[in-house]
């Protein structure tokens, strides 16, 4: 079955600074990667996604690359602020086009002002 | 506030006890989803309904667990004679299909501990 790969666990960056944080996954047949952030003690909420024939999308300070080659994808947050603090975890249906996700083990993404 | 809600957000009980959640998801979606989620992890799929049918069951599910959707609108997670390994935030999301792709929409969870 399909596996999800992340990593880093824990990621601490100045304000201001960048954070990349990436996935790994095993079935080939996968088409869609959603990112989900969840703070503390909140639910898990969809911040960005991607589907397969696309290997880039942006909205504004968030950006979502795709290497289906390499079977990776990856979140980019620019100029973080301290209210991007929170649990970042990425997802994929595998080859089906349900909501039974299978998600990687979460990012804990501190930003120190 | 019109997006997924369960209830109780907390649920404290004694091992071997029964124990009933319920979610009611955001009114036009037909798709409804349990998971789990237990500290420093992933949400982990448990199953999910279309309207009032129940179409998987992961093999996580064990038999003491059972989920309903009567109506094909709320639904209910049971847990019966409970352990301490169940001990987790039960989530509940339902869904929507938008860009073509089936997009989860989270409830607040249910947290258990189990004593």
């Known amino acids: 079955g399909e596996n999800v790969e992340q990593h880093p666990s824990t990621l601490s960056v100045q304000e201001g600074d960048s954070a990349v944080i990436k996935c790994t996954y095993s079935?080939?047949?996968?088409?869609?990667f959603p990112w989900y952030k969840q703070e503390l003690g909140k639910r898990p909420q969809l911040i960005i996604d991607?589907?397969?024939?696309?290997g880039e999308k942006k909205d504004q300070r968030i950006a979502v690359t795709l290497n289906k080659t390499a079977k990776h994808f990856s979140l980019h947050i620019t100029e973080t602020q301290p209210e991007d603090s929170a649990v970042y975890f990425c997802?994929?249906?595998?080859?089906?086009?349900?909501?039974?996700?299978?998600f990687g083990q979460g990012t804990t993404l501190q930003v120190k002002p | 506030d019109t997006g997924v809600s369960q209830d109780p957000r907390h649920k404290i009980t004694k091992r071997g006890q029964n124990v009933t959640f319920r979610c009611d998801p955001i009114?036009?979606?037909?798709?409804l989803y349990w998971y789990r989620q237990t500290l420093g992890q992933g949400p982990e799929f448990l199953t999910y309904?279309?309207?009032?049918?129940?179409?998987?069951k992961s093999r996580l599910l064990s038999d003491r667990f059972s989920a309903e959707r009567p109506k094909g609108s709320f639904s209910t997670l049971e847990i019966q004679r409970t352990e301490q390994g169940d001990s987790a935030m039960y989530l509940c999301?339902?869904?929507?299909?938008?860009?073509?792709?089936?997009?989860?929409?989270f409830g607040s969870g249910t947290q258990l501990s189990v004593l």
């Open positions: 991607i589907r397969s024939n696309v």
């Open positions: 997802a994929t249906p595998g080859s089906g086009n349900t909501g039974k996700l299978i």
């Open positions: 309904f279309q309207n009032e049918a129940q179409l998987e």
């Open positions: 079935d080939s047949a996968s088409n869609y």
């Open positions: 009114s036009e979606h037909n798709r």
């Open positions: 999301a339902s869904s929507s299909i938008i860009d073509s792709y089936e997009k989860l929409f």
